[in-house]
């Protein structure tokens, strides 16, 4: 059984790895960081280079977790590519980072996070930068 | 030597209006070189219908620019992403690749930087030198001779080009097919018109260009699936050590000789001499075992060659006439565009053109210099913009462009068409370059030839006995039975084996 960790090199992505690696430790299953670039542009900077990816597995074997970077392209359906990693590897949970984003601003562009929120068939817990934590 | 002239020319760059479009065709030309897909050839060929609006000076100098700008910045993905941005700089990435992966990606760099600057440089003050003295002797050149000389350009270009040799042929065939359409200025006969008034006028050379050159490569790109994605890489110094340098200094020299007489050759240009470059400097090296685990030498040869090269190819266009590949070709058709024929009339009827297009290039290359060592990671940004959202952008300016020609919607049928025409070409592998090539030169050929034909009272044996279109003739010969006669040389030395690039 494994968990899911969708990662960028962002506050809520860093948020999203600790919440994930602690909740790895408390069932005592195996992590899988997600890092999805999108599939056209030659260069997507939300994707980790390979010395990153090996800092992030380095500090889940500190935290004592079984992890794993996956780093799949997606085209326009991101909830998707998150389904078939669970019919993969038999996932039990999405952690995901929300970053805050105004009615107008979901409305045009549309949310990824709101997307796995909705029609991820397994439980999702999302969680918040510290910074926006700290305001609230 | 008459310095004059030069110094006038320096003078028409330092015009503030010069100088900008100098500096747009460079920073243009070092985006579309990041880019890969989008090559110098098709931004020209997109980019024509604003040299209407400008000045010829200005909008060759424009051009030159994105040219030779895009061989600075094919460098750029090549060495970080291990992406050729150009064909030109396919071999930089084995040991460019291979440099960035130890952490010298800065290093390859600046060493393709300063590699350029020096091949661009060396070239264009051979060029200075050796374009006036062609440019005097062709003056005596008569219309046979430029009969003899556009048939030689085309028969070397479909040959010498890479690619299929048979294919490059057909195509050129297709060009000089193209090259008749619409009235006989001769004797006003309408030729392969249908009876539309469109045809009567003949086609013109910018439908044909933004079609096969512009619209076919954006189509040609769409349909290529992008199934790696890279994460941004770093540039740390980009100042090449002492060592890098001493190292590289023979590279460089022997990239710039390569590059500048490659370029002046028909069909050569900057991605042969980049792989002879390249190759040369594996067959020296005395460990060539090197060569693509980072090499500093892998790096700056090819580089030097093919910024030499871009300069030189404009050697056989500003003083002959006779464009030396299918990006020459483009410019020709600007400056026809501006109602200038290129030629050996250039240097002397428009001084201003001539030399302010050459002197251009100082500037240029020194702009380049200085933008490409600090400013690589602004450029890079260009590759994070996906091809959905780019091509469909391109292809509206490509038809806007087209339209605002001659407020013509019929020039966006021909572009449509001959955009379909080059992606069905590119699929089959055919290469658009002869065909555009064929049809640029077309004309001049018949032109020229029927006027000799007048002169010599209608006896073709006249083109045989006029020294020079003699020669020139006879070489045309020796290149068409070339595969025979290497043929025949490789039966007497089965021995040989041909060398491979890698």
Request: charge should be neutral.
């Amino acid at each position: 059984m494994t968990i899911l960790v969708g990662y960028l090199p962002t506050p809520e992505g860093e948020a999203a790895v600790d919440a994930g690696l602690r909740e790895g430790r408390l069932r005592g299953e195996r992590v899988i960081i997600v890092n999805s670039p999108r599939r056209g542009a030659p260069v997507d900077e939300r994707k980790i280079s390979d010395a990153a990816g090996t800092e992030l597995l380095r500090r889940a074997r500190e935290a004592g977790v079984d992890a794993e970077l996956r780093q799949p392209l997606h085209d326009d359906d991101l909830p998707g590519t998150f389904e078939e990693l669970i019919r993969e590897c038999g996932g039990t949970l999405i952690v995901i980072g929300l970053r805050h984003r105004s009615l107008v601003g979901k409305f045009i562009l549309g949310s990824e996070a709101q997307r796995i929120l909705m029609e991820a068939s397994v439980p999702v817990l999302s969680v918040k930068a510290p910074a926006v934590r700290a305001e609230l | 030597m008459d310095i004059s002239p030069i110094l006038d020319g320096f003078g028409v760059v330092l015009e503030p209006a010069n100088l900008l479009y100098c500096l747009i065709g460079v920073i243009i030309g070092m985006l579309i070189g990041v880019l890969p897909g989008l090559g110098p050839g098709a931004t020209i060929a997109i980019l024509l219908p604003i040299t209407y609006g400008i000045g010829p000076v200005s909008a060759i100098i424009m051009l030159a620019g994105i040219f030779y700008g895009a061989q600075y910045g094919g460098t750029i993905t090549s060495v970080l992403l291990r992406l050729p941005g150009e064909a030109s700089s396919v071999v930089t990435v084995f040991d460019g690749f291979a440099l960035a992966k130890q952490g010298r990606a800065g290093t390859a760099l600046g060493i393709a930087a300063i590699g350029s600057f020096v091949g661009g440089t060396v070239s264009i003050l051979a060029l200075t030198l050796v374009a006036p003295v062609v440019a005097g002797f062709a003056l005596d050149f008569g219309p046979p001779e430029y009969a003899a000389l556009g048939i030689l350009g085309v028969l070397l270009i479909s040959s010498v080009g890479n690619g299929n040799r048979l294919k490059a042929i057909i195509a050129a065939c297709v060009g000089l097919l193209l090259a008749t359409v619409g009235r006989d200025t001769f004797t006003g006969a309408e030729r392969f018109t249908f009876g539309s008034l469109n045809l009567a006028e003949g086609i013109d050379f910018i439908p044909i260009a933004m079609g096969l050159f512009g619209l076919s490569e954006i189509l040609y790109n769409l349909e290529e699936r992008h199934n790696q994605v890279h994460s941004p890489a770093k540039v740390g110094n980009v100042w090449p050590s002492r060592k890098d340098l001493g190292q590289a200094k023979g590279a460089i020299g022997r990239g710039s000789l390569i590059g500048f007489v490659l370029g002046v050759l028909p069909g050569g240009g900057a991605v042969l001499s980049s792989l002879a470059a390249y190759a040369l400097e594996k067959r020296r090296a005395k460990q060539p075992e090197r060569f693509g685990r980072g090499a500093v030498e892998g790096v700056a040869a090819p580089e030097t060659a093919n910024n030499a090269a871009a300069t030189s190819s404009f050697i056989p266009l500003l003083t002959l006439g006779i464009p030396a590949n299918a990006t020459m070709a483009l410019i020709f058709g600007a400056l026809l565009i501006q109602g200038i024929q290129p030629g050996p009339q250039l240097v002397t009827e428009h001084p201003d053109v001539f030399w302010g297009v050459i002197n251009s290039m100082y500037i240029g290359n020194i702009l380049l210099l200085i933008m490409s060592i600090p400013m690589v990671g602004v450029f890079v940004r260009i590759l994070r913009v996906r091809p959905a959202i780019l091509a469909p952008i391109t292809v509206l300016i490509t038809l806007l462009g087209a339209y605002t020609v001659n407020n013509s919607a019929y020039d966006i049928y021909l572009v449509i068409v001959f955009g379909v025409l080059g992606y069905l070409m590119k699929k089959f592998g055919f290469e658009p370059g002869p065909l555009v090539l064929a049809f640029v030169l077309g004309s001049m050929i018949e032109n020229s030839s029927r006027q000799s034909l007048l002169i010599f009272g209608g006896d073709p044996a006249g083109f045989l006995t006029r020294p020079i279109s003699g020669t020139v003739l006879a070489l045309v010969v020796i290149v068409a039975a070339w595969p025979l006669i290497r043929k025949a040389l490789r039966r007497k030395t089965p021995d040989r084996v041909e060398e491979k690039i890698t």
